[in-house]
C-alpha cells in the first residue's frame, strides 16, 4: 500500500520550458513534504520544502504547490535547464520526527 | 564531519553471507536515519536513531537487518544470510537544519547479492 505516488516514471521537457511534476499521498496527517534530486552513483539531496499550513513555496526557479483536499502536491521548474535532468522523488511525513515516506521518483529529462 | 559518509560504496557478496554496511553521519547530530532503493522502487524507511531513545526498527523488512549506533557516532547495518532481494542502494541520513526539516543523506552503498 504506497502512501506517497509518483505515477509518471519519466518525464522529457525542452530546455526553457517548464517541467511539472506530480506526487499523490494517502495520509491526511502527513505534515510535512519535500522534494529530492537525485543524480546517478549520488545521494538524494534536499530541493525544495513545504509544511501543511502553506499552499506554495517557491525557491528561484523550483516552486512546490500542496493541494491539501485533492492531497496532491507539485514541483514546477521553470525555466528548465538540461542540469535538472535527474530523478526526483517526493516525499511526505511528519515534520516532528523527520520520518518521511518517498514516492518512487520520477526520471525527468530535459532536451537541449 | 560535515557531510555524511557511507563505506563500502559498493559491495558484491555471495547469498548467504552476512555484510556490515557503515554510515558516519553528520557530526553532532543526536539523530540518524537508514533507507534502502531497490530497483525501481522509491525510498523505504527502515531505521531511525535517536539520541539514547529505544531506535524506530519498523521499517526491518526481516530479522535477518539489524543496526547498531553508539552515542551520536557510528552506526552499522548488518544483513545476516543476505538474498537476492537485499541487493539495493542502502543510504544512510541526517537531519538537516531546522531550517527545512529535510535530510542530508550519503552517497549510499550499493549492494549485490548474486
Known amino acids: 500500500d504506497q502512501q506517497v505516488k509518483q505515477n509518471s516514471p519519466s518525464l522529457s521537457v525542452q530546455e526553457g520550458r517548464i517541467s511539472i511534476l506530480n506526487c499523490d499521498y494517502t495520509?491526511?496527517?502527513?505534515?510535512?513534504f519535500l522534494w529530492y534530486k537525485k543524480y546517478p552513483a549520488e545521494g538524494p539531496t534536499f530541493l525544495i520544502s513545504i509544511s501543511s499550513i502553506k499552499d506554495k513555496n517557491e525557491d528561484g526557479r523550483f516552486t512546490v504547490f500542496l493541494n491539501k483536499s485533492a492531497k496532491h502536491l507539485s514541483l514546477h521548474i521553470v525555466p528548465s535547464q538540461p542540469g535538472d535532468s535527474a530523478v526526483y522523488f517526493c516525499a511526505a511525513g511528519d515534520m516532528g520526527t523527520y520520518k518521511y515516506i518517498f514516492g518512487t521518483g520520477t526520471r525527468l529529462k530535459v532536451l537541449a | 564531519g560535515a557531510g555524511v559518509s557511507q563505506s563500502p560504496s559498493n559491495k558484491v557478496t555471495e547469498k548467504g553471507k552476512d555484510v556490515e554496511l557503515r554510515c558516519d553521519p553528520i557530526s553532532g547530530h543526536t539523530a540518524l536515519y537508514w533507507y534502502r532503493q531497490r530497483l525501481g522502487q522509491g525510498l523505504e524507511f527502515l531505521i531511525y536513531f535517536q539520541g539514547n531513545s529505544a531506535p524506530d526498527k519498523s521499517g526491518l523488512p526481516s530479522d535477518r537487518f539489524s543496526a547498531e549506533r553508539t552515542g551520536e557516532s557510528v552506526s552499522t547495518l548488518t544483513i545476516q544470510r543476505t538474498q537476492q532481494e537485499d541487493s539495493a542502494v542502502y543510504l544512510c541520513?541526517?537531519?538537516?537544519?531546522?531550517?527545512?526539516?529535510?535530510?542530508?543523506f550519503g552517497s549510499g552503498t550499493r549492494l549485490t547479492v548474486v
Open positions: 541520513a541526517s537531519p538537516q537544519d531546522k531550517t527545512n526539516y529535510g535530510y542530508t
Open positions: 495520509n491526511s496527517m502527513f505534515d510535512y
